[in-house]
């Protein structure tokens, strides 16, 4: 079975510059999440899919970052325009476990797409 | 202020020496999970331990709960150079709502000497 894959790997961008990255979760989980770690701190929730609805948003800085799930398979998040502080690792990760399930919810993750904004 | 706080930030033992990392959190929570983060890979899944348990083991792995203290402790039996890497706890919230995120910690920095 094929993981969570991210692209790219790492992106290095200019302040003010746009930049999507690319999220593929593993095949049948509905449960897709956004995550991300700046400079060695916590690893900080941004939003939670299901299928190809936001289920919770709140974790998203502001408006610069938009992310999409189109038809309930990959997702992308786009910042624009980036800024300084936007630098870090960007974790996907994906769940199989039907909401609202009480069963546990173990993610699977993906390698990290690390951006650096100069 | 973070739900999970792991202690020590980081941590240096020599091959075959325990290391015991600790997890504090703040709210009440359905479950405790640990992941592990090698440098450049992703968070890959350790163990869980629910809130009405109190010790689990996997392989080299003992985790403990005290809810009452809302802690959780994460011990590595005869550690290898391979178990280098960052340690995270995470907890699932109990919520009412739709929430299902897991909330991280900073983690804690392993690194085993051969």
């Known amino acids: 079975e094929a993981g969570v894959t991210q692209f790219p790997s790492h992106s290095v961008i200019e302040k003010g510059q746009t930049v999507t990255l690319r999220c593929d979760p593993i095949?049948?989980?509905?449960?897709l999440y956004w995550y991300r770690r700046v400079m060695g701190k916590e690893i900080k929730f941004l939003l939670h899919?299901?299928?190809?609805?936001?289920?919770?948003e709140s974790g998203m800085p502001n408006n610069r970052f938009l992310a999409e799930r189109t038809g309930g398979t990959y997702s992308t998040l786009k910042v624009q325009p980036a800024e300084l502080e936007d630098s870090g690792v960007y974790f996907c990760a994906s769940s199989q476990d039907r909401f609202p399930s009480s069963s546990a919810n173990v993610l699977t993750f993906g390698a990290g797409s690390r951006l650096t904004v100069l | 202020s973070q739900q999970g706080e792991e202690d020590p930030q980081a941590l240096s033992i020599q091959e075959g020496e325990n290391a015991t990392m600790n997890c504090s959190y703040k709210t009440s929570i359905n479950n405790l999970q640990w992941y592990r983060q090698n440098s450049g890979r992703g968070l890959v899944h350790l163990i869980l331990i629910r809130s009405n348990e109190r010790e689990k083991h996997s392989g080299r792995l003992r985790v403990t709960l005290d809810t009452s203290k809302k802690s959780s402790s994460l011990l590595i039996t005869a550690s290898r150079a391979a178990d280098t890497a960052s340690y995270f706890c995470?907890?699932?919230?109990?919520?009412?709502?739709?929430?299902?995120?897991?909330?991280f910690g900073s983690g804690t920095q392993l690194t085993v000497l051969p």
């Open positions: 899919f299901v299928k190809e609805s936001k289920q919770d």
């Open positions: 995470a907890t699932a919230l109990i919520s009412s709502g739709s929430a299902r995120q897991l909330t």
């Open positions: 095949s049948g989980h509905d449960n």
